[in-house]
């Protein structure tokens, strides 16, 4: 697809030129046009590479697009032929072919080394010319032995082909000795490059030693935007400019001479336009002067085309010259789209431009026309027909030609101008215009009226923020004419609608020689006070009166606050007065920002308060080493202003450090180690680079202080350690600050003990006794009391089948002195020790003890419930719980009771008999279950029994039983109390 589109009313056609001959679709099927764009299906190489044109045209004129070049990228083979091999002597330089197949555009090339993907790497021996794709090798090398492929790859299509294989041997006959440098490879003696592209210049010498590659620009610099590429055999110059172009120089040598080789690299550009034509309107017979004029390398050419096809001079009105077309007299046939193309080997360029000569009678539009103008003031009276060529006008009054005098006068654009008018001027003007196409005459009716006068007050009012005024406008006009009104603000008309009800236009009084309107400014803000305007507009005349409005408020924000001096707790500012708002400031606040503080904080000054006559003042008590924004607030009368802008980001000055760490504690630690800690002082108060921390202390009863430096100034604790000193020694500890400038203050001297180590005993009176099959409650004593004081135990626990190491292990909270182990197995022995513990470790263990587990409880839970009900008593029975030889003695069971709706609230009934009376309380439902109790705990749950009971009824007795269905043939009767039967498996 190739797209065209132009502008035009109507709507351009167009049609499509390839190679100069218009494109016929009728003839080719694929050629197809969709709006301007022209569509070729199937596209050839053979065929369809070429120039493509497109011309638009519609009812005004024909114009031409600049030419399109259509091209195919493709990449053919290598021919199949088999290449001879290259045989040549160790030392000495080489040269492979590539003779790359057809291709378009450009390729890259590359060399394979035996097999692919085995490439060749360039160094500064070897090197593969992008412009002729063969290999160079300076000084051949026994590893260059082998067999070479030429690859090269199209740019557009990432298509790949390569070549036969080309055998590099090696020459018996002896190896080859040194020799002066030969450039192999080498740029045109003449390069020409498009301004903005990338230039590579090429220069390669094949040498033995291998010769070194240097580059220089004759009578000039080489660009420093210039790189060296490939061991400097490439000078790559990108976004080349007019000033790059020159002579350049590359140079090859060795130990054994030296040759160079020289070329011109000249830029080229494309025309660009300076000046264009623009479409232009005249009236016939006019002179027509137009240029174009373009810049590029070589200068351009000019050509004009008309309608699509060459401009000649085929009369004596036309002129061309270069880039400049003159048309003398120009004529409605000369009417049409004119292009003015520049252009040079490199390209062309096209402006277009329509040209309209009009040509027509006069004609004149409204016609009559009404004239209303003001006692005294001057009238003008327009005459302005349609008209081409300019006609010749002349005015009359009454069927009598006027004649200029020193009220009437004729001005240049046709107009009547009549100064100081009266009531005698009232009448009708005739304007006749006349070409050499036509005339046609134009009415002016002319009325003279009173002049209006327009009143506004009060003229000037003072108000206060959040007051409210009237400002009235009244307006004496002719009885005649209608009056309307503009308020405006600064001479700007008042939006009502935008104004968030601040403003209120009122109409008041319509009079016969009079009208009045008001203004209601309500909740006056700052940005209100102004000029404001009254504007009252008749068909005769405009007349404006003004009113000046002052509203006093708080002041407007100081202006740039600019910090002065700074030292270590002081800031000088200085600052320009805002708007006082018609109210004299008092007092100025100064405000600062840290990254320390929340928000702007109000400081101290020097002098304090700052009043209102002053414009700097010092902010004193800062923080050393800190940095600040600082800002002025105006105050005065009314209120407090808004804040000037931030001053910029200030650093105070660094100071020794003042405050001193707060909180300082310290104890616990490992064995024979003093722990000192505290809350590390703020960044804020750190007051300079370097700061750090001194740890201070000294045994009670010593004399001398140790001192210990801390570095970081977020640590929080520091660890002494000496094993002279026994645990829990009181030491005095301080601790002090310091930063670059010095020392700074020592904390107040607190006492802290040294770490008192793990326990040193093991505890005393260790017992142990099972409470369940799953149960063990161990107790034990303290040990003795000293050094070492446990924090809590630990209780290890084993299996007698088990290792010491496997043991399970529970630890108490705090100082408790005992136990329950849960989760063990019943009827097994076990092995326990009990051990202190403190942050420092674990102290010895305690001799082991051992107990054995009872049994388990029966896992057969309670069977055949039976129960007997009457009113709100329940006898209730069951089967005994025999146990087996491996599970504890049955010695009682439990029922538990639980009301439905009542969530888990359980009632227990113990007994030591099969059966038990319970007596239910009046209305509800409940649920009973039965376990056996042995010495290891409870057994299995029997299933669930519900019993519903009712107030105030006794029911007939009954027996049932738990069965999951009552035995065959067995029924009940139930009055007012239904008894329901629901087996439930165990929770």
Known sequence: MLKCEARGNPPPSYSWFFNGTEVDTEADYRYNFIDGNLIITNTSEITDSGKYQCKAQNSFGTILSRDGLLQFAYLGAFSGKTRGGVSAREGQGVVLMCTPPPHSPEI????????????????????????????????????????????????????????????????????????????????????????????????????????????????????????????????????????????????????????????????????????????????????????????????????????????????????????????????????????????????????????????????????????????????????????????????????????????????????????????????????????????????????????????????????????????????????????????????????????????????TVRERQSSTVDLMIRSILLKHAGVYGCRAQTSADTVSAEAQLLVRGPPGPPGVVIVEEITDMSATLSWTAGLDNHSPISTYNLQARSPFSLGWQTVRTDPEPVTGNMESAMAVQLNPWVEYEFRVVASNAIGTGDPSTPSRAVRTKEAVPAVAPANVSGGNGRRHELVISWEPVSEEFQNGEGFGYIAAFRANGTRGWKEKMVTSADSTTYKYRDETFPPLTPFEVKLGVYNNKGDGPFSKVVTVYSAEGEPREAPLDVKAASISASEIRVTWKPPNPGPGRPRGYEVAYWKDSEQEEEAKKRRTVKNETSVVVTGVEGNTLYHITVRGFNSIGLGPASSAIATHTRKAPPAEPPANLMWVQEGNNVSLSWDPVKSRDNESDTVGYMVFIRQEGRGHHNQVVRTINPSTVLSLPEGGTYIMEVRAVSEGGEGAVSSHIRVVTSSGVRAKSGQHSAYRGPPRGLTWAVHLLVVLLVPWACC
């Open 108 to 507: 890259m090339y590359s060399w394979v080394f035996n097999e692919f993907p085995s490439f060749v790497a360039e160094d500064s021996r070897r090197f593969i010319s992008q412009d002729t794709g063969n290999l160079y090798v300076s000084k051949v090398q026994p590893s260059d032995v082998g067999s070479y492929l030429c690859q090269v790859k199209n740019t557009l299509t990432n298509a790949r082909v390569l070549s036969p294989p080309t055998p590099l041997t090696l020459k018996t006959d002896g190896v080859m000795g040194e020799y002066e440098p030969k450039i192999e490879v080498h740029f045109p003696t003449s390069v020409l490059a498009a301004k903005g592209v990338i230039v590579r210049l090429e220069c390669f010498a094949l040498g033995n030693p291998v010769p070194t590659i240097t580059w220089r620009k004759i009578n000039g610099n080489i660009p420093a935007k210039a790189r060296l590429r490939k061991s400097q055999a490439v000078l790559e110059i990108p976004n080349i400019q007019l000033e790059d172009s020159g002579t350049y120089e590359c140079k090859a040598e060795n130990p054994r001479g030296g040759t160079a080789f020289k070329g011109h690299l000249q830029v080229y550009t494309l025309p660009q336009w300076i000046r264009m034509i623009n479409d232009t309107q005249m009236d016939s017979g006019e002179k027509l002067q137009w240029e174009c004029k373009a810049t590029g390398r070589p200068r351009p050419t000019y050509r004009w085309l008309r309608n699509g096809l060459p401009l000649t001079p085929q009369w004596n009105r036309m002129e061309v010259m270069n880039g400049e077309l003159v048309i003398r007299d120009v004529r409605q046939e000369d009417s049409g789209m004119y292009q003015c193309v520049a252009e040079n080997k490199y390209g062309a360029i096209y402006s277009s431009a329509e040209l309209k000569v009009l040509a027509s009678a006069p004609v004149f539009y409204p016609n009559p026309v009404r004239v209303i103008a003001t006692l005294g003031k001057d009238v003008a009276l327009e005459c302005r027909p349609r008209a081409s060529p300019k006609p010749h006008v002349t005015w009359r009054r009454a069927d009598r030609r006027i004649q200029p005098s020193k009220r009437i006068t004729l001005l240049r654009n046709n107009t009547l101008r009549i100064v100081n008018s009266s009531r005698a001027d009232e009448g009708n003007y005739v304007c006749r215009a006349e070409n050499k196409f036509g005339a046609a005459e134009m009415t002016a009716m002319l009325w003279v009226k009173e002049a209006m006068r327009v009143e506004l007050s009060p003229s000037r009012v003072e108000v206060t923020v959040g007051e409210s005024v009237v400002l009235s406008c009244r307006a004496s006009h002719d009885t005649s004419l209608d009056v309307g009104f503009q308020w405006l603000l600064n001479h700007r008309p008042i939006d009502f609608q935008q104004h968030g009800g601040h403003f209120e236009y009122i109409q």
